[in-house]
């Protein structure tokens, strides 16, 4: 290959680089779902005990931080209970007088205050408490005002046992929920079945599955001083992926089959599942099998099993669009300064998907040079106008025109100058600069010309050469046109056919005289 050759390649690579670069790819939003929910197959894997019950990492705080976090919360939250530890401050008033009364709640059943009596703990909520107690104070002393408030929350401990960490005692107050010592569970605990064990000697079930996805907060139980938390084996236990509402891996009870885990545990199939084809992978008789099943089915699932509902097999559809274009390559430049390259992008879309629905998915590319008034779609080798701006800001039904693959949508640069014409001195096109007036236009062009009629009379015409308002706004590719004075017109006329006339009296005369001669 000659170094000439190589030479003239190497340009013409590097010219067709940036264009090649330009061949970009937007999905419409319904085809971005449905390829987000066929990639799920592969992503979701098995969820941990705190992952199946959607809770977050606790924040760490110190001390001081969390005392005061409790202080706050309890006085907020009418259901917190009074608990040992727990310190009141009773003021009343006495002979006019201000007497302050320290409280403080011990493990005992009875808190006594002083000068007042003794008050049952027991079941009671610290606003019911503070009621009671201040009831005793009105009937003793009427009209002492007086007011039970908590300073400090108290704090106590309460063990956990079974399929955990390690068993222990564990730090709680009295807002402490059950679900709050998730995190000392394995993950071949059990979230259906949870046992709290209190210091008398009664016990109850819980479900945190039913507390935590199911909104069932009787599930979810404020735990006291004394009581033991049991977290159980585990049962049977699926992890679902696919087009499902709620992919995860969920711990199902005795007679859920896969409609069950898809209706109630995953919420349902998306839009885009395909329910006769779910696939069931199991270890079966020492190997790895998968079964293809329908949703229709009520299969019977074991432990360990992995569904995967499939997505829909729908063909996704192509436009193109190529023109006054924003790229979406970073390492491209110039892209959105008038008169570069056109920048062209294949847009993919399901069957379904409107102009509208393009438009929307394309409108971070469009640029302040692109015409969205002057766009056109070419289907089938005819092509006809679309109004981009119409149908992204107003109500055009041209919006409703479904997508057919092959379709080409072309949106021109629109030209940021205004033509001024007609009498002026130096007609021509010039900068467009916003929010100027007649005159400056014909200032650039060189004032008005000796023939002009004056600076008000004018006439405007759009991009399309259609005459608008003379009191429209100038605008860019407005053209504008100084008139000519109708006296200037007509001696120029006039002038013209007086000498047309001369000439011909002239040619007349001179053919006289020759023929006189002749003879």
Same mark, same amino acid.
């Given at each position: 290959m000659s170094k000439r050759l190589y030479a003239i390649l190497t340009i013409a690579i590097l010219?067709?680089?940036?264009?090649?670069?330009?061949?970009?790819?937007?999905?419409?939003?319904?085809?971005?779902?449905?390829?987000?929910?066929?990639?799920?197959d592969d992503t979701l894997s098995w969820q941990g005990y705190t992952d199946q019950l959607g809770l977050s990492v606790p924040v760490t705080m110190d001390y001081d931080l969390l005392q005061t976090k409790h202080l706050v919360t309890a006085r907020g939250d009418a259901s917190y209970p009074v608990t040992p530890g727990d310190i009141y401050q009773l003021n009343y008033l006495y002979n006019g007088s201000l007497v302050t009364v320290p409280v403080a709640v011990t493990h005992s059943d009875e808190v006594s205050v002083a000068n007042i009596g003794s008050f049952s703990r027991l079941g009671k909520t610290f606003d019911e408490f503070r009621r009671e107690v201040e009831g005793a104070v009105t009937s003793r002393y009427p009209y002492s005002s007086p007011s039970l408030s908590l300073t400090a929350t108290g704090s106590f401990t309460v063990r956990v046992a079974g399929y955990v960490t390690s068993s222990?005692?564990?730090?709680?107050?009295?807002l402490t929920r059950l679900s709050d010592l998730a995190w000392y569970a394995s993950d071949m605990a059990s979230t259906r079945d949870v046992v709290v064990t209190h210091s008398d000697g009664t016990s109850a079930h819980y479900d945190l599955y039913a507390a935590r996805l199911g909104g069932d907060s009787s599930q979810d139980p404020c735990l006291?001083?004394?009581?033991?938390?049991?977290?159980?084996?585990?049962?049977?236990?699926?992890?679902i992926a696919g087009s499902v509402a709620r992919p995860g891996t969920?711990?199902?009870?005795?007679g859920d089959g896969l409609r069950s885990v898809i209706d109630s545990y995953a919420q349902g199939l998306d839009s885009f599942a395909d329910s006769s084809t779910v696939r069931v992978q199991r270890f079966e008789d020492g190997r790895y099998v998968e079964h293809i099943v329908s949703y229709e089915d009520d299969f019977a699932l074991l432990d360990g099993d992995r569904i995967v509902v499939e997505t829909m097999n729908t063909p996704m559809?192509?436009?193109t669009l190529e023109g006054a274009l924003q790229s979406s390559d970073t390492t491209s430049s110039g892209n959105t300064v008038y008169g570069t390259m056109s920048t062209q992008y294949f847009f993919r879309?399901?069957? #379904? @998907?409107?102009?509208?629905?393009?438009?929307? %998915?394309?409108?971070?590319?469009?640029?302040?040079?692109?015409?969205?008034? +002057?766009?056109?779609?070419?289907?089938d080798g005819q092509s006809r106008?679309?109004?981009?701006?119409?149908?992204?800001?107003?109500?055009?039904?041209?919006?409703?025109?479904?997508?057919?693959? #092959? @379709?080409?949508?072309?949106?021109?640069?629109? %030209?940021?100058?205004?033509?001024?014409?007609?009498?002026?001195?130096?007609? +021509?096109?010039?900068?467009?600069?916003?929010?100027?007036?007649?005159?400056?236009?014909?200032?650039?062009a060189g004032g008005l010309s000796s023939s002009a009629r004056g600076l008000d009379k004018y006439k405007l015409y759009n991009s399309y050469g259609e005459k608008i308002d003379d009191a429209s706004p100038i605008t860019a590719e407005t053209t504008i046109e100084m008139e000519v004075s109708n006296f200037e017109r007509d001696l120029g006329i006039a002038v013209t056919s007086i000498g047309l006339v001369a000439t011909i009296l002239g040619i007349v005369t001179s053919v006289i005289n020759i023929a006189s001669g002749n003879t």
């Open positions: 010219a067709l680089l940036p264009l090649m670069a330009d061949n970009q790819v937007v999905m419409s939003t319904r085809a971005q779902s449905l390829t987000s929910s066929a990639e799920a222990q005692a564990v730090d709680a107050w009295g006291r001083a004394g009581d033991t938390v049991t977290f159980t084996r585990r049962g049977t236990t699926v992890t969920y711990q199902i009870l005795e559809g192509s436009v879309f399901v069957p #379904g @998907d409107t102009i509208e629905d393009m438009l929307v %998915s394309m409108s971070p590319y469009f640029t302040t040079f692109s015409d969205l008034d +002057g766009c056109y779609m070419t289907r106008p679309v109004s981009f701006r119409n149908i992204l800001y107003g109500d055009d039904p041209a919006g409703d025109i479904v997508l057919e693959n #092959g @379709d080409r949508f072309t949106i021109p640069f629109a %030209s940021q100058v205004v033509t001024v014409n007609g009498a002026v001195n130096n007609p +021509g096109t010039y900068a467009y600069v916003p929010g100027k007036d007649v005159s400056y236009y014909v200032n650039l």
